[in-house]
């Protein structure tokens, strides 16, 4: 066989990796024989390592506390990991927070600068460093987690949606500076993923509706072509094509995770 859609053995590091999303992408790695850090700010990331670890014994799995939002820590990050792996093939920038929805003239500014410090510099963090790791190697695949919302104007959601629009921005320009040195840079934009975030959101929304949280899921489910919410591993699957020789041609993109809910 060739080595064409080839990903043993690829050193990933993934953010936001204690639970939802991030879990999910890891667990995936490490079923797939990569070697993964996972960092999160939540002490459950120790848990969420050790039972990939005991499911996937081949792997080598690693955690660590890291808050996105510290320059200083997302540089350990990646520091660590290639003291322990050797080197970065892959940076899954996923970690991420949602605020309550509110309109713009209700919206308070401390929720801005959370969103932006975890969302947008949180991710810039991490790009930086992967960055430089991966122009000394001369490859690697950058992964940065956006959103629909950072495409298209939500209600309730312009805070939000703006630190995802400018994941996108910063994904197209990180891509052109890096595609001399042949590391690619994306942005996966999920639809609705089955993760506590979301239920967050679903459980407000059957509130204000008067209904119960499956009639609201029905009602959600109803609006995704390919009738179930994304998983970890709809991303992984993604990103181990991304930093395959099979996904080698893409950079810069914005790509839709997201059963067919949208196209832009
Ligand atoms: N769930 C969805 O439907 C959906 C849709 C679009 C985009 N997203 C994006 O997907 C990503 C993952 O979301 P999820 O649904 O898995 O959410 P989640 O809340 O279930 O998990 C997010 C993880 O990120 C961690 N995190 C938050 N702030 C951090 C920080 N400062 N430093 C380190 N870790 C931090 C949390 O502790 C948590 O473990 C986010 O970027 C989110 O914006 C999710």
Known sequence: MSDFRAVAGKKAAVTGAARGIGEGIARTLASEGLDVVLADMRPEVQAAAESIAADFPDAAVHWRIV????????????????????????????????????????????????????????????????????????????????????????PGSAAYGATKAAVHTLTMSLALELAPYGVTVNALCPGLAATDMHWAFVEADAQARGISVDEMKAIE?????????????????????????SGSYVTGQSININGGLNFT
């Open 221 to 245: 489910l109803e609006q995704i072509p390919l009738g179930r919410y994304g998983y970890g591993s709809d991303y992984a699957g993604a990103i181990m094509w991304l930093a395959s020789k």
């Open 67 to 154: 808050d996105v939002s510290s320059e200083e820590q997302v540089s350990d990050l990646i520091g660590f990991t290639v003291s322990t792996l050797g080197r970065l093939d892959i940076m899954a920038n996923n970690a991420g927070i949602h605020v309550a929805p509110a309109n713009v003239w209700e919206t308070d500014m401390a929720d801005v600068d959370k969103l932006m410090a975890v969302n947008y510099k949180g991710i810039f963090h991490g790009c930086k460093f992967a960055a430089k790791q991966m122009i000394a190697q001369g490859s690697g695949t950058i992964a940065n987690t956006g959103s629909f919302f950072g495409k298209v104007g939500h």
